[in-house]
């Protein structure tokens, strides 16, 4: 049964693949009259994802899309993550030792804690539905952030609210890649207005770990990835 | 028994007279060996806070103090809260409905998870011990963000990082304004040198929900408020 204010959903919308897929399965099968759309801008080196978003967001016919300036991060979480830190390589995911590997190189500190806090603020303020979130099972394994457990804690935190209690919904949460992009294709997504490589080149490398997670999730899903990958 | 970074402890210091006395608390009496302080700028009326806690971190001798950028809070809650938004006034305590005591005006949303998602992050990368955050018994009537309940949660989500999960530890959670007053004045705690009031004017206004509560916590304690109170 819907409530007040779930009529709109506001989507945690980064220009990957994942949470761009969300968008529009949030647009065509989740019946919601109005979509909202952030983004955030941490200081990533593939800040070329938030291009994407933009794109996504107008695609899908969003009520309105915010890139929030989070830069700050980089300059906090100093050498904290190969994501934000110039000097720390983003490796393949072949030269990640498998004890690493439960929290890589790739993992930032705390963000994805800080970006759907901020959204709750946006959601709580704006009378919104859900907060509606791209994690999925195949992203577990290193980053603590995407767990089932970890979106059931926060909604613990949040229930608390006396008056406007946001809910964090996470539709992919038990899926696998593969499953996603077969989503996305029904939907007809345009994936080649996507960006996952973490490397933050002009072309996707086609090795960092979410190139690689990536390209298999096409594979599986039996189609190629629209993205060209200059080195395969 | 103490782990590896908790030598290090990250204050969250609004410049009020709660997280100021806990920075001076922490310095004396919990035996840190560096304290680090954060505070936000969130589009708070009574940004003068901010420049109370800069004083107060210098006086502590912090190892440094930031004061983070997130004004962006301010235009995204449109509306939103007291605090924040220009066109609502800060209504005197007498004037909020019993009903409405439950989340007042002056709750900003979901402001408190976002302040300390981003001092975890902060705090992770940086290999600090915990997190110290001021909230108080007082204040658990109308801010479901100031609870112990909320505390604790929050620590059940952190603490599903697989490496470095962060504590908030809330050492005034179970005191009285009145309470921390007297630790203060024990620790020599320049009160004259902290704002509260929340209407951002040249002088505090001895009126709003903060002011009140201040000014008989200091009554409470026996002692006169040094902050000039000029229409009382």
């Avoid at 790739?106 to 800080?114: C, D, G, S």
């Amino acid at each position: 049964m819907m409530e007040p204010g779930d009529e709109k959903a506001l989507v945690l919308l980064s220009g990957g693949m994942d949470s761009v897929t969300l968008l529009h399965y949030a647009r065509a099968r989740m019946g919601y009259a109005m979509l909202c759309a952030l983004s955030f801008d941490y200081g990533q080196k593939h800040a070329r994802e938030l291009e994407m978003a933009r794109w996504q967001a107008e695609a899908a016919g969003v009520a309105w899309h915010r890139t929030v300036d989070l830069s700050f991060l980089k300059c906090m979480l100093n050498g904290g993550s190969a994501l934000t830190d110039e000097t720390i390589p983003v490796p393949p995911l072949s030269a990640v030792p498998p004890a690493d590997r439960v929290q890589p190189p790739t993992y930032v500190p705390n963000r994805n804690m800080v970006l759907l806090s901020v959204a709750a603020a946006c959601a709580e303020a704006g009378r919104m539905g859900p907060l509606l979130y791209g994690a999925h099972r195949q992203d577990a394994y290193g980053y603590w952030d995407c767990t089932r457990e970890f979106v059931g804690r926060l909604n613990g935190v949040l229930s608390l609210n006396r008056r406007r209690p946001v809910r964090v919904q996470a539709p992919f949460i038990d899926m696998r890649k593969a499953d996603i992009v077969k989503i996305g294709l029904d939907l007809k997504v345009d994936y080649a207005r996507t960006w996952s490589c973490y490397r933050g080149q002009a072309e996707a490398c086609g090795e960092c770990p979410t190139c690689v997670e990536r390209l298999a999730a096409f594979r599986e899903a039996g189609v190629t990835d629209p993205l060209p990958y200059p080195r395969h």
